[in-house]
């Protein structure tokens, strides 16, 4: 029997492995997400043939409710809602590692003190991760508007930390660690989650979300440890590296270091442009802006978090082959931080049938623009802000920008006057050759497509 656990293991990390490397090209991603939900379904399953589980009730009622609430969550989640939906999962298994080890530590009958350092490890870097991802969940839904900054608060969230680590190192100590540590220990690794998670602005939450699923694969690598399970070792490993390099991937196209995303308050404003530019926006309508678009012979396109919340894909790529059907040669410029997570527009254009070779990514099309008779940038921001170039003293400056300034033309789609959601105005839109489109994003797309059909 145990043989054949640890060949189901095996075959469940590899599916994990090759999942995860089928997702790294838009081509083969949903294939990607299938092989690693095969090999979590293995995972799952294999547990029931495991020695001394005998309650086979409670196991199937738990993942009854919980795949029966991911799956109606997971059909029902607009997409513009996915990164609190990321964050919730990812928190569930930094949660369920940090249960893991309660438990473990309640039992206290640790083979030696390595797997006890490391289930309280575990226990605490889980802990962190499930309290701090709630936060993250409850900013980016909206049901905390406000970051909570006063004074000293890094120091009181060092002391709540140490506060965590000492009770740790009680439980390191001893054989059979009384209920009080146990309860102290969680209590403050809990806290300590929420505390460091509430001054973060709500810009900055994908970076935590994808931090804290880091975090929440370490844990669970190190509860893998401690119960000899093979795949959660590989897989915490894998989700570990993966969420570190997104970390760092995100926090590298916005320019910022990690330290200065979590300990700034960056974007905890939010809302209103918080300066001022010289110069004056000026409108154009949509049977003009179609017009220039129609009779271009280069137009780029860089779609923003606001193509996501008008759902307005479908519409531009209905656009986007009209022009072509004038001889328009199109393509989308995809920024590494556009929208609210990476991927965030691939996922949204590849959804409305847009073909992956006309989509690229910054370094690719930068050069580009120079020659682009238009930029259409539709409900983009922060992405195309010319200060993050100019400006040292703009907090985004720094940050790699799509070069959207650049071209002949810019039509820039729009609701109103709405800020980015670094909270800063934008250069672009008041420079000479740009024109604001305003309008929702879908509604906009719709009036191009019937203007340029009348041409
Ligand atoms: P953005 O800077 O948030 O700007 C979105 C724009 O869309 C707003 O100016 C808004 O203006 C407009 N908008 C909203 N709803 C609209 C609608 N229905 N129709 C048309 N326009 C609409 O977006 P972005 O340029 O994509 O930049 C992403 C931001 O998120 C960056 O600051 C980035 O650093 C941050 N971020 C992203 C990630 C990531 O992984 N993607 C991670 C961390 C942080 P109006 O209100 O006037 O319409």
């Known amino acids: 029997m145990d043989a054949l656990i640890q060949l189901s293991y095996f075959v469940a990390a590899a599916l994990f492995i090759l999942g995860l490397k089928r997702m790294s090209s838009p081509v083969t991603a949903r294939g990607g997400i299938v092989w690693a939900g095969a090999g979590m379904v293995v995972a799952t399953l294999i547990t029931f043939l495991w020695p001394d589980m005998h309650n086979y009730g409670l196991m199937t009622l738990a993942i009854a409710i919980g795949g029966g609430l991911a799956w109606y969550t997971g059909k029902k989640v607009a997409m513009t809602d996915m990164p609190q939906m990321i964050a919730i999962y990812n928190g569930m298994g930094g949660g369920a590692a940090a249960a893991i080890a309660a438990v473990e530590l309640l039992k206290g009958d640790f083979a030696n003190g390595t797997f006890q350092t490391l289930a309280v490890a575990g226990a605490l870097i889980g802990s962190v991760a499930f309290s701090g991802s709630a936060i993250a969940f409850a900013k980016l839904q909206g049901i905390m508007k406000k970051s909570l900054i006063y004074g000293n608060q890094q120091l009181i969230n060092l002391l709540v930390f140490g506060g965590a680590i000492i009770f740790g190192l009680i439980l390191i100590g001893s054989d059979v660690p009384g209920g009080f540590a146990i309860f102290m220990f969680f209590a403050l690794a809990l806290a300590f989650g929420v505390m460091m998670t509430l001054p973060i602005g709500g810009a900055d939450m994908p970076v935590v979300i994808s931090l804290y699923n880091a975090l929440t694969g370490l844990a669970v690598a190190f509860e893998g440890f401690v119960l000899g399970n093979a795949a959660m070792i590989i897989a915490g490993t894998v989700v570990g590296s993966a969420g570190t390099l997104l970390t760092q991937l995100m926090a590298k196209a916005m320019n910022r270091p990690l330290s200065n995303v979590l300990f700034s308050g960056f974007g905890a404003a939010g809302g209103e442009a918080i300066e001022s530019v010289e110069g004056t926006m000026k409108e154009v309508g949509a049977m003009d802006a179609a017009s220039m678009m129609a009779y271009a012979n280069k137009v780029i396109i860089i779609p923003g978090y606001g193509m996501a919340v008008a759902q307005a894909q479908h519409k531009i790529w209905e656009f986007v082959q009209l022009l072509e059907d004038k001889g328009v040669e199109v393509k989308f410029a995809i920024h590494p931080v556009a929208g609210r997570m990476p991927g965030h527009m691939n996922v949204l254009l590849a959804e409305a049938g847009v073909p992956y070779d006309k989509i690229y990514d910054l370094d690719e099309i930068n050069n580009e623009f120079a020659q682009a008779d238009v930029a ?80």
Not at 382 to 400: E, K, L, W
Not at 402 to 429: M, T
Request: charged share 20%; glycine share 12%.
């Open 376 to 455: 259409l940038v539709i409900g983009a921001n922060d992405v195309v802000n010319p200060v993050a170039r100019t400006d040292p003293n703009s907090p985004i400056y720094g940050m790699p920008i799509l070069n959207a300034d650049y071209a002949h033309n810019v039509i820039c789609v729009k609701r109103g006057k709405g800020a980015g959601f670094s909270g800063i105005e934008n250069q672009l839109f008041f420079l000479d050759n740009t024109r604001m489109l305003y309008g929702d994003g879908q509604e906009v797309a719709g009036k191009l497509i019937t203007e340029v059909k009348q041409l």
